[in-house]
């Protein structure tokens, strides 16, 4: 049960908050006092050991020192985390209830302790605690293009606030940190180059790209000389995609279509599919393997830019219904590298033959993309965001940024071929060659 002002909600030093359009952020769980002080004893447990210093209004702060976090409103915090867990922790962030003056500083310190954060009884008993994912955002072909919509077609004005003018949406791949915002348009033309030199793309390449975004790599590869299809299932990435093609007079090389990856026909010589296998859905990674095996014509590459987390934090967070998943992206979940090697594996008869990390680099595109997104703050909410949703996306980009900062995320460059023999399985090679022993790849 929940208690919630009528219309827009303020409590002390939280936020505003319009309930018609955030009602789990205006409604604060209704918690028993037990279950709050229990909470609050879980809570300070966790933190008493930290890197940090959280100072709960009216008490002792808690910590060995470091990043603060201010929590405004400990009484209605502990209700949220008590009965929401992370997705509380975001939702309190939301309506305002706690701060950071450093925030990714603070999430980082969180993103380095996740394992340990909740007492290992407690893991054990996920199960019975921890949200569910709603059926609803199964990544069925139909489900796909409702979690898909919503979060890409939100305005491809948003997305131009913070993004360069590439308008490219996934890590960058920089010369060197710090990195300036005029570097990112480069850093990504470098990535992008990069994935389609592993997929040796040029002249008269077939060239099948799973995941459009707003159309750079299929620029990209058509000025190569490739023939494109590309394929989303967005319509406002697919607007300004289609139309950022015929500006560049490319509209006979490059094709982009609505179309869900199973439904793609074809034969192609390369595949390229950049962060999009984390929309894919676990229960359907080997159908998107096994559809890039049936796209590729025999001696064809694929080339995959994919995020990963480590294996363990996979499995106990499988079933998991997070914060991420209720605000930013439904139905998505990353895999992690062994789960993407063995589905392509058992799955499929392509030969993996490079893997390189660069996680660094998107934590650092990240904080590019959060330094912009508050510079552009007064043109986010004449867009009609209100203050909700800037700190929902400023805690979603800070959030993103901890997680590569701590090394819970990292991103991956995948190369897989597949054998000029039709039919021929090849032996497995015990490992992954050509796999970077570092986490920054070269340009």
């Known amino acids: 049960m929940r208690t919630a002002d009528p219309g827009t909600a303020r409590h002390g030093h939280t936020a505003a908050v319009d309930s018609s359009r955030w009602p789990d952020v205006a409604a604060v769980p209704r918690a028993s006092r037990s279950r709050t002080a229990v909470t609050e004893a879980v809570v300070r447990r966790a933190l008493r050991g930290l890197p940090l210093l959280v100072r709960f209004a009216g008490s002792d702060p808690v910590g060995r020192g470091g990043p603060l976090i201010e929590v405004h409103d400990p009484d209605r915090f502990h209700a949220r985390v008590g009965t929401h867990g992370l997705v509380g922790f975001g939702e309190s962030y939301m309506a305002g209830e706690w701060d950071a003056p450093d925030l990714v500083a603070a999430l980082t310190v969180l993103a380095a302790h996740a394992a340990e954060l909740v007492p290992a009884p407690l893991q054990r008993l996920r199960g019975l605690w921890a949200l569910r994912h709603p059926h609803h955002e199964r990544n069925t072909p139909d489900g796909s293009r409702a979690n898909i919509s919503r979060h890409y077609d939100l305005s491809n004005d948003l997305f131009a606030l913070f993004l360069d003018d590439t308008l490219t949406y996934s890590s960058a791949l920089f010369r060197g940190f710090p990195a300036g915002g005029d570097l990112l348009a480069a850093a990504q033309h470098r990535k992008i180059d990069r994935l389609l030199d592993l997929a040796d793309v040029g002249e008269g390449t077939r060239l099948l790209e799973i995941g459009t975004g707003w159309g750079e790599l299929a620029l990209g590869a058509a000025a190569r000389g490739a023939r494109v299809t590309s394929l989303t299932l967005s319509r406002e990435q697919q607007a300004l995609a289609r139309e950022r093609v015929a500006a560049a007079g490319l509209g006979d090389r490059v094709r982009i279509e609505l179309c869900d990856y199973r439904e793609a026909r074809g034969e192609y010589d390369a595949v390229v ?120 996306w400023t805690f979603y980009l800070a959030y993103s940024e901890a997680g590569f900062r701590s090394g819970y995320l990292d991103v991956q460059q995948y190369l897989f071929t597949k054998d000029r023999m039709p039919g021929v399985r090849p032996a497995s090679t015990g490992g992954m060659p050509g796999t970077a022993r570092r986490r920054d790849v070269g340009p």
């Open 273 to 392: 599919s950049v962060e999009m296998i984390e929309a894919v859905g676990a229960e359907f990674w080997s159908e998107y393997f096994r559809t890039l095996d049936a796209r590729l014509a025999p001696g064809g590459r694929a080339a995959l830019q994919a995020i990963t987390m480590p294996h363990d934090r996979m499995l106990a967070t499988r079933s998991t219904f997070t914060w991420i998943h209720k605000y930013v992206f439904p139905g998505g979940f990353i895999p992690s590298t062994r789960a993407i090697e063995e589905t392509v594996r058992d799955h499929t008869g392509l030969r993996p033959a490079r893997r390189d990390g660069f996680g660094a680099h998107y934590a650092e595109t990240l904080r590019l993309w959060r330094e912009r997104f508050t510079e552009n703050s007064d043109a986010v909410h004449a867009l009609g965001f209100d203050e909700t949703f800037r700190r929902l």
